[in-house]
C-alpha cells in the first residue's frame, strides 16, 4: 500500500482501536475532513465527486436537513411513549409514499434492526421460520442476518432454516428469457419443499427488488412476481429490502419493490432515509400491524424520536421541493445511454446495467468475469477524483451509486472521467 506518512500514522492508530477487519476503500485510502452536497474534500486539501454514496441521498451536510436535527434536538428529543406531534406527522407523510395497504410503520435506527424485526414479524405470524434468500446477498449485521448472508464474509454457516436461489441475469445467460424464468421458479420450488421437508415451512423470502448486491441482473419478465406468488401459496410472506432500492433511486417509482412489479407484505429501509442519521424502518400493513402489536409490546428507546422524525420529513420535503427523483430519471436516461455507449465500444464491457442513479458496467473477457478491469476502473476514476466502487458475486460490475443531489453539472465530469479511465484499461 503506497501511503503518506500521516495516512500510515492514522491506520495505525484505527487499527489499535477498531481494528484491522473493518475494510476501507482503495489501494491508498483517503482521509475526508468535510463535504457538502456532492462533493468530498480530503486531507490534502484536493476535492472528490461522490458517485457513490446513496447515505447521504439529498447531499452531504444537506442545509434543510442540518437545519431540521439542530433546530428539534435544541427542542426535544425523546423516545415514542410521549404524545408528539412531529412523529405522527412524519409518519403519515412517510405512509403517503405507499400503496393504500401499506399503511402503518414501526420505525428502528439501521436497516440490520428494520430487517429484523420483519423477520420476527413474518416467523410470528407464519408459524415458520424457513427463509427464501438470493444466493449473493446481504441484509444486515444481526446474527439472525448473518445467518443468512451471502455476499460477504461471515463465520457463521448459513443457517439450516435457510435456502438461497440464484438470480439470474439475461446479460451473461444466453437461453431464451421463458427457459431461464422457468428454470429459475423451479429452483424455488425445490428450494420452498426442502424446507417443508425439513419441518421449517416458509416464514419469507426476502430481497432487494433491484438484487443490488447480486450485481444489478436484468431479470426475466415475471420472476419478481413469480417468486412472490410462490412463497405466498407456501404460506410465505415477502420482505421488500429498500436499503439500496427505495426513495426514488430508481428516477421512475419511489419505491424499488414498485419499479419491480413486486407486492410485498413488509417494506425495509434505512440508510437514504435520515441522510446519514441513524434512522429505519418497516412499513406493513393494518393487518399485519395489528396480527403482531396485539401479541407484543414492541418499543425502541431511540427510534421514532422526534430529531429523527424533522430529519426524515426534511428528507422527503428536499426530495419534493428539488424534484430529486424526476431528475434521477432524466440524469439516469442521459447516463445509462452513455453507459450503453461504451459497452458497444469496449469488448471488455459485457453489459450497461441499471436504472434512475443506480448504474454500472459488467466486465468480462471471452465470456468470463474480469474483476480485475473493476478493480483497476475504480481505482483510475479515484486518480481522477471521482469516487464509484464495484458489486456483484465476482466484483466485476461497477457500482455508480451517487447522492440523489447529483445534477446536470456532475454528470458530464463523471462520465468524462469514466470514458477517460475504460480508454487506459490493460486488458
Not at 21 to 32: D, H, V
Not at 105 to 113: P, Y
Not at 385 to 407: C, Q, W, Y
Given at each position: 500500500?503506497?501511503?503518506?506518512?500521516?495516512?500510515?500514522?492514522?491506520?495505525?492508530?484505527?487499527?489499535?482501536?477498531?481494528?484491522?477487519?473493518?475494510?476501507?476503500?482503495?489501494?491508498?485510502?483517503?482521509?475526508?475532513?468535510?463535504?457538502?452536497?456532492?462533493?468530498?474534500?480530503?486531507?490534502?486539501?484536493?476535492?472528490?465527486?461522490?458517485?457513490?454514496?446513496?447515505?447521504?441521498?439529498?447531499?452531504?451536510?444537506?442545509?434543510?436537513?442540518?437545519?431540521?436535527?439542530?433546530?428539534?434536538?435544541?427542542?426535544?428529543?425523546?423516545?415514542?411513549?410521549?404524545?408528539?406531534?412531529?412523529?405522527?406527522?412524519?409518519?403519515?407523510?412517510?405512509?403517503?409514499?405507499?400503496?393504500?395497504?401499506?399503511?402503518?410503520?414501526?420505525?428502528?435506527?439501521?436497516g440490520s434492526e428494520a430487517n429484523e424485526l420483519a423477520i420476527r414479524i413474518a416467523r410470528q405470524l407464519t408459524g415458520s421460520t424457513g427463509m427464501i434468500v438470493s444466493d449473493y446477498s446481504y441484509h444486515g449485521t444481526t446474527i439472525t442476518l448473518a445467518e443468512m448472508t451471502t455476499g460477504l464474509t461471515?463465520?457463521?454457516?448459513?443457517?439450516?432454516?435457510v435456502r438461497t436461489l440464484r438470480i439470474p441475469d439475461l446479460d451473461t445467460d444466453p437461453r431464451p428469457a421463458a427457459e431461464v424464468l422457468a428454470t429459475t421458479l423451479a429452483e424455488l420450488d425445490a428450494a420452498i419443499a426442502s424446507l417443508q421437508e425439513a419441518g421449517f415451512g416458509l416464514a419469507a423470502?426476502?430481497?432487494?427488488?433491484?438484487?443490488?448486491?447480486?450485481?444489478?441482473?436484468?431479470?426475466?419478465?415475471?420472476?419478481?412476481?413469480?417468486?412472490?406468488?410462490?412463497?405466498?401459496?407456501?404460506?410465505?410472506?415477502?420482505?421488500?429490502?429498500?436499503?439500496?432500492?427505495?426513495?426514488?433511486?430508481?428516477?421512475?417509482?419511489?419505491?424499488?419493490?414498485?419499479?419491480?412489479?413486486?407486492?410485498?407484505?413488509?417494506?425495509?429501509?434505512?440508510?437514504?432515509?435520515?441522510?446519514?442519521?441513524?434512522?429505519?424502518?418497516?412499513?406493513?400493513?393494518?393487518?399485519?400491524?395489528?396480527?403482531?402489536?396485539?401479541?407484543?409490546?414492541?418499543?425502541?428507546?431511540?427510534?421514532?424520536?422526534?430529531?429523527?422524525?424533522?430529519?426524515?420529513?426534511?428528507?422527503?420535503?428536499?426530495?419534493?421541493?428539488?424534484?430529486?427523483?424526476?431528475?434521477?430519471?432524466?440524469?439516469?436516461?442521459?447516463?445509462?445511454?452513455?453507459?450503453?455507449?461504451?459497452?458497444?465500444?469496449?469488448?471488455?464491457?459485457?453489459?450497461?446495467?441499471?436504472?434512475?442513479?443506480?448504474?454500472?458496467?459488467?466486465?468480462?473477457?471471452?465470456?468470463?468475469?474480469?474483476?480485475?478491469?473493476?478493480?483497476?476502473?475504480?481505482?483510475?476514476?479515484?486518480?481522477?477524483?471521482?469516487?464509484?466502487?464495484?458489486?456483484?458475486?465476482?466484483?466485476?460490475?461497477?457500482?455508480?451509486?451517487?447522492?440523489?443531489?447529483?445534477?446536470?453539472?456532475?454528470?458530464?465530469?463523471?462520465?468524462?472521467?469514466?470514458?477517460?479511465?475504460?480508454?487506459?484499461?490493460?486488458?
Amino acid at each position: 500500500m503506497n501511503t503518506t506518512p500521516a495516512t500510515a500514522a492514522l491506520i495505525e492508530r484505527r487499527n489499535r482501536t477498531i481494528g484491522p477487519y473493518s475494510p476501507l476503500f482503495y489501494n491508498e485510502p483517503l482521509q475526508f475532513v468535510s463535504a457538502k452536497g456532492v462533493w468530498f474534500t480530503e486531507a490534502s486539501g484536493d476535492r472528490y465527486l461522490d458517485g457513490y454514496n446513496n447515505v447521504p441521498h439529498v447531499g452531504h451536510c444537506n442545509d434543510r436537513v442540518v437545519r431540521a436535527l439542530a433546530e428539534q434536538a435544541a427542542t426535544l428529543n425523546i423516545h415514542t411513549r410521549y404524545l408528539n406531534n412531529r412523529v405522527v406527522d412524519y409518519s403519515e407523510r412517510l405512509l403517503a409514499t405507499f400503496r393504500p395497504e401499506l399503511d402503518r410503520v414501526l420505525f428502528g435506527n439501521s436497516g440490520s434492526e428494520a430487517n429484523e424485526l420483519a423477520i420476527r414479524i413474518a416467523r410470528q405470524l407464519t408459524g415458520s421460520t424457513g427463509m427464501i434468500v438470493s444466493d449473493y446477498s446481504y441484509h444486515g449485521t444481526t446474527i439472525t442476518l448473518a445467518e443468512m448472508t451471502t455476499g460477504l464474509t461471515t463465520r457463521e454457516p448459513l443457517g439450516a432454516h435457510v435456502r438461497t436461489l440464484r438470480i439470474p441475469d439475461l446479460d451473461t445467460d444466453p437461453r431464451p428469457a421463458a427457459e431461464v424464468l422457468a428454470t429459475t421458479l423451479a429452483e424455488l420450488d425445490a428450494a420452498i419443499a426442502s424446507l417443508q421437508e425439513a419441518g421449517f415451512g416458509l416464514a419469507a423470502c426476502l430481497f432487494d427488488p433491484l438484487f443490488s448486491t447480486e450485481g444489478m441482473p436484468r431479470v426475466p419478465a415475471g420472476l419478481v412476481a413469480g417468486i412472490a406468488g410462490r412463497v405466498r401459496r407456501a404460506g410465505g410472506m415477502v420482505i421488500a429490502d429498500e436499503v439500496q432500492s427505495g426513495f426514488g433511486r430508481t428516477g421512475s417509482h419511489m419505491w424499488g419493490h414498485d419499479y419491480a412489479g413486486l407486492d410485498p407484505d413488509l417494506v425495509t429501509m434505512g440508510k437514504p432515509m435520515g441522510n446519514g442519521h441513524p434512522m429505519s424502518a418497516v412499513v406493513t400493513s393494518e393487518r399485519v400491524l395489528n396480527d403482531f402489536g396485539s401479541r407484543n409490546e414492541y418499543f425502541n428507546t431511540f427510534a421514532g424520536n422526534p430529531v429523527s422524525a424533522a430529519v426524515g420529513e426534511a428528507v422527503l420535503t428536499e426530495m419534493a421541493e428539488e424534484g430529486l427523483m424526476d431528475r434521477a430519471s432524466q440524469l439516469g436516461a442521459a447516463a445509462l445511454a452513455r453507459f450503453q455507449e461504451f459497452a458497444g465500444s469496449h469488448e471488455f464491457v459485457r453489459a450497461a446495467k441499471g436504472t434512475g442513479l443506480f448504474l454500472g458496467l459488467d466486465f468480462a473477457i471471452d465470456g468470463t468475469p474480469a474483476p480485475q478491469i473493476a478493480k483497476q476502473v475504480v481505482e483510475s476514476m479515484k486518480s481522477k477524483k471521482v469516487l464509484i466502487s464495484r458489486i456483484g458475486r465476482d466484483e466485476s460490475v461497477l457500482k455508480v451509486r451517487p447522492p440523489l443531489a447529483f445534477s446536470g453539472a456532475e454528470l458530464p465530469i463523471l462520465l468524462d472521467a469514466l470514458e477517460s479511465a475504460l480508454q487506459e484499461v490493460s486488458v
